[in-house]
């Protein structure tokens, strides 16, 4: 199964941008990228994804190279409540019906 | 929000002891999934349903069954707990699965098996 790699931990001002990377150099061409976020002791949270092409939803945007090897979460003007850990997850239909989390990027942000 | 629920939210049990954590959703998916996530390990997923009385194995199931017997509830089983299987449970919902569709995730369950 491809695999991703994301840094351990980031760190942002409230009301700045956050680009959260994730490198994927094994993707496959039928592996959705697939972002995912965990707030303190709450249960994960869809956030955003997407196959090839750049997508923008209410809650980030997900900018994805055109070689598909990485991407970045953009969130655009982090809060507080952004504070949480974020995991870039590959989906494909070889992969069933499970989301592996790994171990995700824990963004803190400071006001 | 999803309509997830997940009962009960705090446990404690005894090694031995059987051990049931419901799900309940309000949303009419199709698709149910149990997850457990321990440090270092992330989520992994322990059993899932496709439909009333459909279900199948995940990555860690091992000591655990499932039931369905209406669309709206899930039921995670431990027939007889053992101090490994102390984790925070979640439970998950979606519309459709595969690569296309989001879960949506319950608020969780904190087992502690002494």
């Given at each position: 199964d491809a695999k991703t790699t994301q840094p351990n931990s980031m760190e942002s001002n409230e009301e700045e941008p956050v680009h959260l990377p994730c490198n994927?150099?094994?993707?496959?061409?039928t592996d959705y990228i697939h972002w995912y976020r965990q707030l303190p002791s709450q249960g994960p949270e869809y956030v955003i994804h997407g196959l090839t092409s750049n997508v923008n939803n209410r809650m980030a945007s997900l900018a994805i190279a055109e070689d598909r090897k990485s991407s970045t979460l953009i969130l655009h003007r982090a809060t507080l409540r952004d504070a949480a850990v974020y995991y870039c997850i590959l989906l494909n239909s070889?992969?069933?019906?499970?989301?592996?989390?790994?171990?995700g990027t824990s963004l803190l942000v400071t006001p | 929000d999803a309509g997830i629920t997940q009962s009960p939210r705090h446990k404690v049990t005894e090694t031995g002891t059987p051990v049931t954590l419901r799900c309940h959703q309000t949303?009419?998916?199709r698709y149910m999934y149990w997850y457990r996530q321990d440090p270092g390990h992330g989520l992994r997923l322990i059993h899932y349903s496709y439909g009333v009385k459909d279900t199948d194995k995940g990555e860690?199931?091992?000591g655990y069954s499932v039931s369905r017997s209406k669309t709206e509830d899930f039921l995670l089983t431990l027939e007889s707990a053992t101090s490994s299987q102390t984790s925070v449970y979640f439970c998950a919902i979606s519309g459709l699965a595969g690569e296309l569709y989001e879960q949506y995730f319950g608020p969780g369950t904190r087992l502690t098996v002494t």
């Amino acid at each position: 199964d491809a695999k991703t790699t994301q840094p351990n931990s980031m760190e942002s001002n409230e009301e700045e941008p956050v680009h959260l990377p994730c490198n994927h150099s094994t993707i496959s061409g039928t592996d959705y990228i697939h972002w995912y976020r965990q707030l303190p002791s709450q249960g994960p949270e869809y956030v955003i994804h997407g196959l090839t092409s750049n997508v923008n939803n209410r809650m980030a945007s997900l900018a994805i190279a055109e070689d598909r090897k990485s991407s970045t979460l953009i969130l655009h003007r982090a809060t507080l409540r952004d504070a949480a850990v974020y995991y870039c997850i590959l989906l494909n239909s070889n992969s069933g019906y499970a989301l592996n989390f790994g171990k995700g990027t824990s963004l803190l942000v400071t006001p | 929000d999803a309509g997830i629920t997940q009962s009960p939210r705090h446990k404690v049990t005894e090694t031995g002891t059987p051990v049931t954590l419901r799900c309940h959703q309000t949303e009419n998916h199709r698709y149910m999934y149990w997850y457990r996530q321990d440090p270092g390990h992330g989520l992994r997923l322990i059993h899932y349903s496709y439909g009333v009385k459909d279900t199948d194995k995940g990555e860690v199931s091992d000591g655990y069954s499932v039931s369905r017997s209406k669309t709206e509830d899930f039921l995670l089983t431990l027939e007889s707990a053992t101090s490994s299987q102390t984790s925070v449970y979640f439970c998950a919902i979606s519309g459709l699965a595969g690569e296309l569709y989001e879960q949506y995730f319950g608020p969780g369950t904190r087992l502690t098996v002494t």
